[in-house]
T-cell receptor, first 113, second 111 residues
Framework: SQKIEQNSEALNIQEGKTATLTCNYTNYSPAYLQWYRQDPGRGPVFLLL?????KEKRKERLKVTFDTTLKQSLFHITASQPADSATYLCALGRSGGYNKLIFGAGTRLAVHP | DADVTQTPRNRITKTGKRIMLECSQTKGHDRMYWYRQDPGLGLRLIYYSFDVKDINKGEISDGYSVSRQAQAKFSLSLESAIPNQTALYFCATSGVPGEQFFGPGTRLTVL
């Protein structure tokens, strides 16, 4: 069955450093991959989408890479800030009208001053 | 005002009771979804809908039903709630394939 793995352990980093989160998947051929941010008690908020034919996408301090051979995406936050502390979810989707997504369980990031 | 709203935000109920969770959106999207989130398991899709005439089961639809009353409204019902349905429930919408917009969630506790 299809599976998405994100590091279940929290990632603790120092303010100003680059945070790197990993998303690995198996038994799935996504047309695109998305990253969401979720704060405690709130709904996920969309951050970035990268398509299968794209290697890298950037948005401000965020960078996502997508390697369909390794079946892996890396999510980077440069110059991290305490306000970046949250849980980050990756989600995979296929082409087609429904835009169904399957989500990973998320990785919690804690940025310390 | 929020684009996707959910009511109630919190609900405590007893085993066997019928519960309805409601979702409304002002984004004008056709696609709407219901998810549940449990610690360590991530978001799992319960039902999804393309329009008022189109309802589809997701990964974990057993014990749940839905109604798409209008383009903007999508309700989730638990006909006879059981304790393992205790979870955080999210409604989401989507326009063209791409990002999904989530509501604030409903925390449901079944005793």
């Amino acid at each position: 069955s299809q599976k998405i793995e994100q590091n279940s352990e929290a990632l603790n980093i120092q303010e100003g450093k680059t945070a790197t989160l990993t998303c690995n998947y198996t038994n799935y051929s996504p047309a695109y991959l998305q990253w969401y941010r979720q704060d405690p008690g709130r709904g996920p908020v969309f951050l970035l989408l990268i398509r299968e034919n794209e290697k890298e996408k950037r948005k401000e301090r965020l960078k996502v890479t997508f390697d369909t051979t390794l079946k892996q995406s890396l999510f980077h936050i440069t110059a991290s800030q305490p306000a970046d502390s949250a849980t980050y979810l990756c989600a995979l989707g296929r082409s087609g009208g429904y835009n169904k997504l399957i989500f990973g369980a998320g990785t919690r990031l804690a940025v310390h001053p | 005002d929020a684009d996707v709203t959910q009511t109630p935000r919190n609900r405590i109920t007893k085993t066997g009771k019928r519960i309805m969770l409601e979702c409304s959106q002002t984004k004008g999207h056709d696609r709407m979804y219901w998810y549940r989130q449990d610690p360590g398991l991530g978001l799992r899709l319960i039902y999804y809908s393309f329009d008022v005439k189109d309802i589809n089961k997701g990964e974990i639809s057993d014990g749940y039903s839905v109604s798409r009353q209008a383009q903007a409204k999508f309700s989730l019902s638990l006909e006879s709630a059981i304790p393992n349905q205790t979870a955080l429930y999210f409604c989401a919408t989507s326009g063209v394939p791409g990002e999904q917009f989530f509501g604030p969630g409903t925390r449901l506790t079944v005793l």
